[in-house]
């Protein structure tokens, strides 16, 4: 069965003809990676909140992917995360209670982001974006922005957290990872009409591609050997 893991990939693969949206879906669907990034999700739990010293989280990191050339692009991204996060010392660090977004026609979309931390009564909320290529851009990532701004301001607990996208991409297949902030409050949200027209969008492409899918009978149930089950971000559509 098709699914969308996250809001993130949502946004990504969205595009203003459902036909476009089907065809990546069903390609996507078809070609499924074989990794995802869940181990560093807990490297940076481990550097923000446990404070572990860098070269222990390396040493996980090395134990627990087995694949060479996963475990090279995990260890591309773990100094880019020390330097960003060994600067700050929070008063807590704690997890999001997952959630779905109401995206259309019975579309749910999981929402749970890595986790929220705070700072002398501050709470910021991080998205880690693990993608090496292909960051958000464009409608896409105001259409990102928007909606989990929508999310936020539904939970009292959120509502006025600082939201920052975290890139670890890269500016080109041949250059290393660098470590982009982006301060979303510098960005605008879409118009309510905006969204709505969007999704109505989105959610026709998925289910031609479901409908295809179905027909085909090619929807893969590949299990990565390195996977953890976890809707964070789960790399059905990774690069």
Not at 167 to 172: C, H, I, L
Not at 203 to 231: C, P, R
């Amino acid at each position: 069965m098709l699914r969308i893991p996250s809001l993130q990939h949502l946004s990504r693969n969205w595009d203003s003809s459902p036909a476009v949206i089907c065809k990546r879906l069903v390609h996507l669907a078809n070609n499924p990676p074989f990794f995802n990034y869940n181990p560093l999700y807990s490297a940076s739990v481990d550097l923000l909140l446990l404070k572990q010293p860098y070269e222990q989280v390396v040493k996980g990191i090395e134990r627990a992917v087995k694949r060479e050339k996963v475990r090279q692009n995990f260890l591309e991204v773990l100094p880019l995360l020390r330097s960003h996060f060994e600067s700050i010392s929070p008063n807590y660090v704690q997890r999001v209670q997952p959630r779905y977004y109401p995206a259309g026609r019975g579309l749910l979309i999981p929402f749970t982001p890595p986790f929220i931390y705070g700072v002398d009564g501050k709470i910021f909320f991080p998205w880690l974006s693990f993608w090496r290529s292909n960051p958000l851009s464009g409608k896409q990532l105001a259409l990102f922005v928007t909606l989990v701004r929508h999310v936020l301001s539904e939970d009292p607990d959120l509502d006025q957290s600082s939201f920052d996208i975290l890139d670890f991409s890269a500016p080109t297949s041949k250059e290393a990872r660098v470590l982009k902030v982006l301060d979303t409050s510098k960005l605008q949200d879409l118009t309510a009409g905006e969204v709505t027209e969007m999704l109505e969008i989105f959610a026709e492409g998925f289910i031609l591609a479901q409908a295809q899918l179905t027909q085909v009978g090619a929807t893969s149930t590949k299990v990565a050997d390195d996977e953890i089950s976890d809707s964070r971000q789960p790399d059905l559509f990774a690069s």
